[in-house]
């Protein structure tokens, strides 16, 4: 697909979508207003061709995945946030919680199968003693070290450092000190305080989230970035969602990637409804001609589907996250994407998109080429 942005400027009817497509010519920033006039338009196909434009002006024709696996070590969760499927009380008949062992068999699995990283998050209960998250990262690096491990959200950091009665800053020192390489992005759901009180009252607020990641970027350990869209928020909190993250990679450039998560409704309390392709599609577009200081965009299989993540591939998105063995987190809340893929299948999925698929890891650096 060649991508004539002129056409884009040309053709467009809305006088507006053609003023932000010379923004985007130009490689001006775009401004709140502009997002938002993105999220309000029908025109699918032109904003889906500008954010392209924009994904390989940066990333050409790769599109990147890694072979990884998640653990999510327990369900049991003190925070029981309304949208949230997986995490239960104890006392709930699916709950469950690994051993160290259990934990270091499946991490041994992956790395024998040539894993490159270990991305660990899960519920937060109660009974847990800060040494235990600590304990784990230093005993999956001590065993492995040649693996990546990606571990805990900003939520699970807060969570610590409430019981440890430590800093952020020491949290993550310790973590890194044992062994932590990076911190995923989930956990920020969507930071709008009046979304956030209806969705997920209980746990760590926007402000506490966007502290937990600047201070990781100050210790130089990278972060992810998410945003959870499609429950309450209204497409304004989305654009001041968006636009939190592009002030602290301004700040600080330690974001990796920007991961937009659809929300799946089943088995929540919260309830609602499954997002459209099109709100998919146009959420992943429009967050790539947002975030003009975030290099990668991606489009999560899982929360996706195979079909609409491969079209995101055209849509700005350059990565489709990797082949995760054993997801549960969505899992619980209705997706009937596959568990985990194979590396083979996700390279097939990226040549069928018209990508050239690229084998990365945690830090996008180049393992392979499927040329
Ligand atoms: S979203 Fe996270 S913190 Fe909230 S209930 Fe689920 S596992 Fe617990």
Redesign the pocket.
């Known amino acids: 697909m060649e991508i004539v942005i002129d056409d884009v400027i040309k053709t467009a009817q809305d006088k507006r979508l053609a003023s932000i497509a010379e923004k985007v010519a130009l490689g001006e920033r775009l401004s709140e207003e502009d997002a938002l006039h993105l999220f309000r338009s029908n025109e699918l196909a032109a904003i889906g061709q500008l954010a392209e434009y924009v994904n390989r002006k940066k990333n050409g024709m790769n599109a990147y995945f890694i072979i990884n696996r998640q653990i999510n070590p327990t ?1 049991v ?5 309304d ?2 499927a ?2 239960v009380k104890r006392s709930d008949p699916s709950a469950y919680e690994m051993s160290l062992d259990e934990v270091l068999k499946k991490v041994e699995e992956t790395y024998l199968a040539g894993g490159k990283e270990i991305h660990m998050v ?3 209960p109660a009974h847990w003693g800060y040494e235990k998250y600590v304990e784990l990262v230093r005993e999956i690096k001590k065993r492995f070290p040649e693996v990546v491990v990606k571990a805990w ?1 900003a ?1 699970e950091i807060h969570h610590m450092a409430k019981i440890s009665k430590k800093s952020y800053e020491e949290v993550l020192s310790e973590l890194k000190e044992a062994g932590l390489d990076a911190l995923p992005g ?2 920020a ?1 969507i930071f709008s305080e009046r979304a956030r009180k209806i969705i ?1 009252p209980n ?1 760590a607020n926007a402000q506490e989230y966007l502290e937990v990641h600047r201070t990781a970027h100050r210790l130089r350990i990278p972060t992810n970035a998410t945003m959870l869209y499609g429950h309450v928020e209204t497409l304004e909190e989305r654009v001041e969602h968006l636009s939190e993250l592009r002030k602290i990679q301004d700040e600080t450039g330690g974001f990796q990637v920007f991961i937009p998560l659809a929300y799946w409704p089943e088995g929540t309390r919260l309830g609602g409804r499954r997002t459209s392709s099109v709100d998919d599609l146009k959420t992943i577009a429009i967050s790539r001609l947002f975030l003009d200081n975030f290099q990668h965009i991606k489009a999560y299989w899982v929360t996706l589907g195979e079909k609409v993540a491969q079209i995101a591939l055209n849509f700005g998105a350059d990565d489709l996250d990797g082949t995760i063995e054993e997801e549960r ?1 969505v899992h619980s809340a209705g997706t009937k994407s596959a568990y985990g893929h194979s590396a083979q299948r996700l390279v097939s999925l990226i040549k069928k998109a018209g990508k050239v698929p690229v084998e990365r890891d945690t830090f996008y650096r180049v393992v392979k080429v499927y040329d």
């Open positions: 369900n969760c003190v925070y029981q946030c949208f949230c997986f995490g899960g519920g937060i959200t939520i989930g956990g759901e997920a746990k987190i």
